[in-house]
């Protein structure tokens, strides 16, 4: 359960921008060429499979967190040792 | 920050998008087409008789048999949204009874990629030709057209009638021997 856990499943935010323009990119790109191709050979099933293939490729591409949208992650502060007292009061450990 | 399921549904709501937007292209990019094509029929051999349609009453109705020639090529008509074709060929007449008369005597699918070029000599009708009375004993105008339901893959379902019609009559006697 630990090693399930410990798998990354986040993107950091300029990544997740890079993913999803990436896959926005990908997918429309083989929509026109499919587009293009099937009014070529006159077979519009031709062009729904390249499109399909675009789909399976931005799958692969933008749905896992590959390491190239990791490289920012977000510089959380450290968190506080247990006992030391906030300037703003009494509620510790409730408050963020 | 996106899940790895947000993403996911992210990339299929786009494809979809962007598969709707494709297939309206393919219908926009057919919907002006002409479909229409010149058909060649001829009648060979055209008997009527006098025989009781038990299916509609026990009453005697003119019966006519027909054998006839059609010539076609259908092959322009297919593209990429044109899945297949359902021919049919329909008889039209005026009877006393009745303005206008159409009865369907014969009819063939044709899916692409099969041969669309048709060439048949003394067809046999798929179908009886009843008149719902004794409207074609000697009748002087029958009319057959071939007509075309187009099956695409996005719009509208055409029907389109070839150019090309052939009208004949009936004998004035009825045939009353075993064919």
Known sequence: MDFINSIPTHMDFEGQARAEKLSRIIITLFGAVGLIWGYIIQQFSQTVYILGAGFVLAALLTIPPWPMYRRKPLNWQKARPIGEHSPSGSKKGKKK | ?179
């Not at chain 2, 010149?38 to 349609?53: C, E, F, L, W, Y």
């Not at chain 2, 009453?59 to 076609?72: A, E």
């Not at chain 2, 048709?118 to 004794?134: E, R």
């Not at chain 2, 719009?155 to 070839?162: C, E, W």
Request: proline content about 3%; some cysteine; charged content about 15%.
């Open chain 2, 1 to 179: 920050m996106h899940s790895v399921l947000q993403r996911g549904n992210a990339i299929v709501a786009y494809t979809i998008s962007v598969l709707a937007f494709l297939t309206f292209t393919c219908f926009a990019s057919t919907f002006f087409l002409d479909y229409r094509t010149n058909a060649h029929i001829n009648t060979v051999k055209v008997v009527v008789k006098n025989v009781p349609d038990y299916s509609a009453s026990r009453l005697k109705n003119d019966l006519g048999f027909l054998t006839f020639d059609l010539q076609t090529n259908l092959t322009d008509i297919f593209n990429w949204n044109v899945k297949q074709l359902f021919l049919y060929l329909t008889a039209e007449y005026e009877t006393p009874d009745n303005k206008l008369n159409q009865v369907i005597l014969w009819d063939k699918i044709i899916l692409r990629g099969e041969n669309a070029v048709l060439d048949f000599k003394n067809m046999n009708t798929k179908y009886y030709f009843w008149d719902d009375g004794n409207g074609l004993r000697a009748n002087p105008n029958v009319t057959l057209t071939l007509t075309w339901n187009i099956i695409p893959n996005a719009g509208l379902l055409p029907f389109v009638t070839a150019y090309g019609s052939h009208s004949f009559k009936f004998p004035n006697e009825y045939t009353v021997s075993r064919m």
